[in-house]
Each structure stands twice: as C-alpha cells, then as structure tokens.
C-alpha cells in the first residue's frame, strides 16, 4: 500500500517508534525558526544544555512579534537574540525583515524537509511541501541540540480538491470552509492532506494561507504536495535548487476523507469570538465595520496585496474605517512599490504598516471600544486584538477591502467587479539585507544581556503527595491568550518573575496573587478546565509562568496537543477527566490532594485525585507518552535530558 505525503516525510525522518498511527514517534528535524516572543526563552533553553553550536542543518531567529520597542525591553530582547545567533551558528532575520512564516517560505524552506518552530503557525511551511508543526520553545532548542523531536503518529484526513476557485472566492475561503466542517477541537494528532486536480490551480501562497490556519483546526499540520507550482515558486525565489518532488503514491491511503469542489467556495467569515465560528459573508452582509487590517502571516503574500491594490485602485476607503496594511515580508514591500500597488494603497487613505505580527497579537492597531474589526488574521480570540469588546471577524483581503471601502461588511462578489489577474513573477525581488547569516566561528561573541533577561526557570522533580487548591475553575476554549496575555505584556517574556504576575489576567486579574500566596505556604495550585484547553498561541509561557506560581496540575475535559506537550515540559500533570459530568463536582476553593503522585505517574494508569473539601475522589487520564512520564516525574524536560546530552 502506497503513502501520502505526509507520511513519506515522516517515514524518511523516523528515528524511533513505529509509523502507526497513535503510537509515539521520534522525528529527526532539519529545519527550526522561532519568533521573538518565544525565542528568548528557547536560546536561553538551548545555552543552559552548554552547547557551542547548533546541531541541526538550519536554525532561524526572526524578530517579527515584538517589534514596538516601547521601552528597552524589546530593543535589548533583539539584541540578545542578535549575539546568540552569531554565537550558536543561527540565522538572525533583523525586525523589518518580516514575519517568519512569510520570510521562511519565501527564503529558507525546503520541500521533504522536517521544520519545527516555536510558533503554532508554523504549518504555514506545508503549502511547499514540508512537515512543518508548531511546538513550544524547549521542543525547539532540543530540536537544535539534535535531539529528536517526539509526538503522537497523526492519522490523516484527505481533503480533495476538485474544480478551480471563482473569482473573488480565495483561499481563505477554503480553509474557513474546512474549520466550518472540522471546527477549532477534536482533531488532536491528525495531519490534514490536501489532494485532487483542484491542489494545481492553487498558488504557493493560496496553499501556505490555508495550512497557516489550519491550526486553527487543532490538527498537528497541514500539507501540500510539492509539484510543478511548487518548482515555478521556488525558481521566482532563486532556489530552484532546492526542489524535489513530494506526492503522494496513487494507492496512498487515509483515515478520512473530506471533498471541497473549489468552484462551490463562497466567501466565508469566521466571527467573534472563534475562527470556528464560520457563516457566509452573504448571510451577515451590511454589518458596519469601523476598522480593517490586511496582512499577518495568514494573507500578507505580494498576491494578496496586489489584489488588495487593484480593488482599491481609485477609490477611497470609508470615511467611517481606518484601514491598516502589513506587507508580509521586505520583499513583498519591495514587490508592491516597484509595480505601483503602495501607491493605489496609499491614495486610497491606507495606513502602512511594518511588516510584522503587530495588530495579529495586539501589540498596535487596536480597534476603538465596541467597535467591529475585519482582519485577514487567523484568529479573532476575545481581547486577542487589543481591545476586549471589539467585534473581530476573520475574512479575505477581497473581502476585507471591499468593506473598507462601502464601510460595512459586503460580499465582493456581489458588486459586479473584473476579474482581478495577479501578474506571472518569474523573479521575485531577493533582498537579504536584513538577514544575518553566521560566521562559523562564533566562540568570540559577545552575548549581550539587558536586565530583562532571566534564566530558564528551575523545575522541581515530582514530589509523592500533592496538597492543593483548587485556584482557578475555568470553562471551555481558554486560550493561551487567556493564560499568558500578549499585546502591551509580551514585552516581559524574558523575565519569568515579572510576566508571571499577568498569569490569567483577562479572566481573573486576582489569580497570580492568590497562586504566589499559595506556593509561599506550601500549598499547590491545580487549575479546573473545560474543553480545549490551551488552544491558540504555541507560547510555552502559558507553561513556564503557571509552573513559576506553583501550579501542579491542569484538570480539564480535553487539553490541547502543543499545550499539553509543555504542560509536560514544565513538569506540570496534563489530567483529562475519565468521567466529563465529573468537571461540575469541583469549584473554585476545593482543597484536593494526590496522593503517592510518583507511583501513580509511574503506573500509567489513572491518576486519582481526592477532593478534601467534598469527599469525592476522581478518577483522571494521563494521557501522555513515556518519555513524556519520564519528564513529568524529573520534573521537566531540561531536568529530563541534561544528562543524556
């Protein structure tokens, strides 16, 4: 029996566990990226394993999250991550360059190729053909120390594409087509394969947009095969050098399967406050919008911008919405001044913004108070956007430019408007003048460290009986938004000490307080969740800080895969309820204990937990592998693999 793509890759990259879906593989990774907000703590990870240099074939160190330096924090964030990379043989992308998954499909990804990075839109690489997965800081400095890189084998859904898309109708379309069917949970360790005559009418940046929100899906990545496109791509970039055909076997075999004729895709919107939250933009039409923002690393491709320019080509954006737009990378800025499409931006009354994550995470371009945003983002998480009442719903940039313009939300193809081409690159515009690449000697480096950087903070081993309270209960879909905030907080993600004082602010501003008093007794925090807990943002914060304050254990209906993986990193039980009617017997304030807790995890069997305070015991799934049991029992991964390195 044949193999798709995805598992051809996989099976190249096995280096232990076998190919079957739900057991535990080990996978060796070539490539790796982060992000600033998550790669201080990673290099700060990857320097306490006391190596002198990189272990895999490519590392990248972009600075596109936080790049509003209000403050020193973040200018001296970046030049931490500047010296580092010179030190350790990483490729360093200066703030300007543009956001890492755009810079690294454009510059340094590689069909067949494994890349893991520290951000959860990481499968954004897909749309080339790679296995591309997000994963939490400390997965990502071993991934570099060359330490494999374990999950659950996925099984993996077919998605068959048929037909050709109609104008107006896009690929974020499809991939909110996709979230209407599947939704934002259940799709745990499962990899979405897209296939059928449809894959070859759609772009590079139309395959990289729909496995960029793909998970949103919650799937473990999302991919593409690598064709005749993927070649014309790579050789408009330079790299032609670097293609290989990946397809699938034509008895390939799947564990589902999902048809979308693309000439049935509608524009779609998903509205607050979740990307599954997905209804026909025809059904809400005439919504008054107040603010739109085109770009992140969803729909910030020179395609994107270049369509978005010719619909506002003489014509003027509402004087009721601002309009926001971010060029995905250096090169699409440079792409769009060069043809004229800045200019028909700027005329029409947009504002220009740097080529970052910015308005995705908060961190500017805020909407007003109430007010109703579209965004061509990936999620629309509530307060995500800055402002917490703000109405953000997660449309084309079709769709979004045609509403700047009429003020409300319109369906772009109801007006009647041409056809759009976007011209053949055959040369897209390399500039890598904002890229650093290493010298090979980086011993001589200076790293430089402001007084916002910290250390990795210190895990403790498990300790055999657990007394603890019953801190924070919580409902369904908390996001690491909701754990750990970013926006005007992300700035303090190198000092644990101080970020952890934001832990659950959005939902209980009290919450860092009462769990800091806690620890400083002796008594544990356990967190009570409902379903989907930790969906969102890969940021291991939403780990690190919670275990600062002395949180134990989360006690959910279901737990996310990136979330759990560094609840376990971090030394923190990830407990999924056996019984889910038994999450309504627990309330805030229960004190519970777990006893002969080492013996338990070493069991692998359920974990019980008594609630002092009611008398019920609760019988809970640690679902985890064994290497992950080692962890949890060392008391995190660092503790875990120091030795063996």
Same mark, same amino acid.
Request: proline share 5%; hydrophobic share 40%.
């Given at each position: ?111 067949? #190729? ?67 069917? $599947? ?8 990899? $979405? ?40 791509? *790579? ?21 589902? *399967? ?62 009721? =919405?601002?309009?926001? =737009? ?54 629309? $998480? ?5 402002? #917490? ?32 081409? =976007? ?79 934001? =832990? ?47 949180? &134990?254990?989360?006690?959910? *209906? ?14 923190? *039980? ?41 008398? &019920? ?29």
């Amino acid at each position: 029996m044949g193999l798709g793509v995805a598992y051809k890759i996989l099976s190249s990259h096995i280096a232990g566990g076998k190919l079957e879906a739900g057991s535990s593989i080990d996978l060796r990774i070539d490539q790796t990226l982060t992000q600033d907000a998550t790669g201080t703590m990673a290099y700060l990870q990857f320097e306490s394993l006391g190596l002198d240099h990189i272990r895999n074939e490519l590392a990248v160190s972009y600075v596109d999250h936080n790049t509003v330096q209000v403050g020193f924090e973040n200018a001296d964030d970046h030049l931490y991550l500047q010296s580092i990379a010179a030190s350790k043989g990483i490729v360093f992308s200066r703030p300007g360059n543009g956001i890492c998954h755009q810079v690294h499909l454009e510059r340094f990804g590689v069909p067949g #190729k494994t890349l893991i990075g520290s951000d959860s839109h990481t499968p954004t690489g897909g749309g080339i053909g790679m296995v591309a997965i997000g994963a939490g800081g400390l997965d990502v400095a071993l991934a570099m120390a060359g330490v494999p890189f374990s999950i659950i084998c996925p099984r993996v859904i077919e998605i068959r594409l048929t037909g050709k898309l109609r104008p107006f109708c896009t690929a974020k379309d499809v991939i909110l087509t996709v979230l209407e069917h $599947f939704g934002v949970k259940g799709n745990v360790n499962t990899v $979405f394969e897209y296939t059928g005559p449809g894959v070859a009418t759609l772009s590079v940046p139309e395959r990289a947009t729909i496995c960029n929100m793909g998970a949103e899906c919650g799937v473990t990545t999302s991919v593409f095969p690598s064709d005749e496109v993927t070649k014309a791509f *790579l050789k408009a970039q330079g790299r032609e050098k670097d293609y290989s055909p990946v397809t699938a076997d034509a008895d390939a075999s799947y564990d589902g *399967l999902f048809e979308i004729d693309l000439c049935s895709v509608v524009p779609m919107a998903a509205c607050p406050h979740s990307p599954g939250n997905v209804r026909k933009v025809s059904e809400i039409s005439g919504l008054k919008v107040s603010q739109v923002a085109i770009g992140s690393c969803t729909n910030s491709s020179y395609a994107d911008l270049y369509k978005v320019g010719q619909i506002l080509k003489g014509r003027t954006v509402s004087p009721d =919405v601002c309009l926001g =737009v971010a060029p995905g990378s250096r090169e699409v800025l440079q792409m769009i001044t060069g043809d004229g499409t800045l200019s028909n931006l700027i005329a029409s009354g947009a504002r220009i913004l740097e080529s970052a994550c910015g308005f995705c995470i908060g961190n500017h371009f805020s909407p007003n108070s109430n007010g109703v945003s579209l965004r061509t983002n990936n999620r629309n $998480f509530e307060g995500r956007s800055g402002t #917490k009442d703000a109405q953000v719903y997660l449309v084309s940039p079709e769709t979004a430019a045609v509403s700047a313009v009429c003020g409300v939300l319109t369906d772009p193809t109801s007006l009647n408007l041409p056809e759009i081409t =976007v011209p053949e690159v055959k040369s897209f515009k390399q500039d890598d003048n904002l890229i650093i690449f290493p010298n090979s000697d980086g011993k001589s480096v200076e790293i430089k460290r402001g007084p916002n950087i910290g250390n990795p903070p210190e895990c403790v081993p498990l300790t055999d009986n657990i007394f603890a309270d019953v801190t924070l209960k919580v409902g369904d879909k908390i996001t690491t938004d909701h754990i750990m905030p970013a926006g005007a907080r992300l700035k303090y993600r190198s000092n644990i000490e101080k970020y952890s004082t934001f =832990v659950f602010e959005p939902v209980d501003p009290s919450f860092s307080e009462r769990a800091a008093a806690n620890k400083a007794e002796g008594v544990a925090n356990i967190i009570v969740a409902g379903q989907s807990y930790g969906q969102g943002s890969s940021r291991e914060h939403a780990a690190i800080c919670p275990m600062h304050l002395g949180v &134990k254990a989360v006690m959910a *209906l279901s737990i996310e895969r990136i979330h759990q993986a560094n609840l376990c990193n971090f030394g923190i *039980l990830p407990l999924t309820f056996k019984d889910p009617a038994d999450y309504e017997h627990l309330d805030q304030g229960d004190r519970l204990v777990i006893e002969n807790a080492v013996s338990q995890v070493k069991a692998g069997g359920d974990i019980e937990v008594k609630d002092l305070t009611s008398g &019920k015991l609760f019988k809970m799934k640690l679902d985890v592998s064994a290497l992950q049991r080692k962890m949890l029992l060392a008391g995190g991964r660092l503790n875990q693999i120091k030795e063996s390195l």
